[in-house]
């Protein structure tokens, strides 16, 4: 697009809102202070890098076979690059205890070491990165259906042993990175069916997690996420909402919202403000649920915006943190991360170039129409002017321009795989 084109657009957003109260500059260097953590398993369908060729279980599931998925951890690290050049602004990279650098070694997940994930942190600090990450109670061969809350004390042991150990690399990428590492547990126990025991299980999982936590690390930082359902666990989670909350609000621990893992009515973004009345923070898993699947390309629709917008109207943006996760194997991958990333973004922007000011005030003043009609104007103010300034100034893509960058890149390099 013609710079000159954007440039005209930009300067007459600016006067639209600010006729509206709202200023264009504090929101734009607002958005570029936000950073996402990308999830590093859209590259290659949650495979990871463990030497066993087992599938993917835990009651998720990638569908789709579109050619050029990620075969290796170089192929991964080049496609996240050329994602996060289309994606404006800097931001962290999510990991999986999977995804370690184990050269070719077999090594079980009650044995993974932060060297294994060394050559991860120098890559990250070499292209400014921070990491985050996750311990993998799935695709294994004592995932089963239940991990750490399972009744065999063995089994139990065993992924208490490798959520430990993934606390322990976590804080080590924190120290490393100088900034604390955000490490998220979710695990995929639960049932098929009816389960009597319901109680049981919760209380294994309870105990689970007071073991994995009783040590205090100072550069990482815990959270766990809950989900309604998995595929082939439908009737039973473990980890449930409720459950997690308890969990985290007694043990002060970061409660993950997977936008993908409640029921189809409930709206995630109403719990931002009662969740962090209890909690310090929150970790967000931004996704898009269609039927039974919880992870498809997040969009700009209406459940993302309003996640968005409520972050803002809650003055929690430093509180919050945003994290993607889904994994479509049915498109192109690397366009999964930017079509996902920037809606995200656009979200964002939106939520920060709101008329908040004049809203609250009309809604203090039980102005109820006003406070609606601004609502409603201000959804077709010129958001996009000032988005595609903000990608101009990050020297990204402006635009569905990025399409071509990535056909191009299929053309030079997945599609070669
Ligand atoms: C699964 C959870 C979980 C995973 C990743 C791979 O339903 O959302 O966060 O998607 O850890
Ligand atoms: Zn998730």
Request: aromatic content about 8%.
């Amino acid at each position: 697009m013609k710079e000159e084109l954007i440039k005209k657009a930009y300067e007459i957003a600016v006067e639209r809102y600010a006729a509206v109260g709202v200023d264009v500059e504090k929101a734009m260097e607002r958005l570029q202070q936000i950073q996402l953590s990308l999830h590093c398993w859209q590259a290659d369908d949650v495979s990871g890098f463990e030497c066993a060729d087992g599938e993917l279980s835990g009651g998720i599931q990638a569908t789709g076979n579109y050619p050029g998925k990620a075969r290796n951890m170089e192929e991964l690290r080049q496609d996240i690059l050329k994602a996060t050049s289309m994606i404006p602004g800097k931001h962290r990279l999510n990991l999986h205890a999977i995804y370690g650098d184990f050269e070719g070694e077999k090594v079980d997940r009650d044995q993974i070491e932060p060297k294994h994930f060394r050559t991860w942190m120098e890559w990250a600090k070499e292209n400014e990165m921070k990491l985050d990450f996750n311990s993998s109670s799935f695709s294994h061969p004592l995932s089963g259906s239940l991990s750490l809350s399972n009744p065999d004390e063995n089994i139990r042991q065993f992924w208490i042993e490798h959520t430990k150990r993934c606390r322990n690399i976590a804080n080590e990428m924190g120290k490393f990175q100088d900034d604390p590492c955000i490490m998220n547990l979710w695990v995929h126990d639960g049932s098929k069916d009816q389960t009597v025991c319901r109680m049981k299980y919760r209380e294994l999982l309870k105990d689970s997690l007071d073991q994995i936590y009783a040590v205090d690390y100072k550069d990482m930082k815990d959270c766990i996420e809950s989900k309604v359902f998995g595929i082939g666990l439908e009737s039973y989670t473990v980890g449930s909402n409720d459950f997690y909350i308890g969990y985290g609000v007694s043990r002060n621990k970061i409660i993950t919202l997977d936008t993908g893992h409640f029921h189809p009515t409930e709206s995630v973004a109403d719990k931002i403000s009662s969740l962090l009345l209890y909690t310090s923070e929150i970790m967000l898993h931004v996704s898009r649920p269609i039927r039974w699947d919880s992870d498809h390309v997040t969009i700009m629709n209406d459940d993302t915006l309003e996640l968005a917008k409520e972050i803002v109207r809650c003055d929690a943006l430093d509180r919050v943190h945003i994290g993607l996760d889904y994994f479509d194997a049915s498109i192109n991958r690397i366009g999964a991360y930017v079509v996902g990333s920037r809606a995200t973004q656009k979200c964002l922007m939106q939520a920060l170039l709101e008329p908040l000011a004049k809203l609250r005030e009309y809604e203090a003043n039980d102005q109820l129409f006003e406070r609606l009609a601004l609502l409603e104007e201000s959804k077709s103010l010129p958001w996009n002017a000032v988005w595609d300034m903000f990608c101009l100034k990050n020297n990204v893509p402006v635009g569905n321009e990025f399409i071509t960058e990535i056909e191009k890149y299929e053309a030079e390099v997945t599609s070669k795989r």
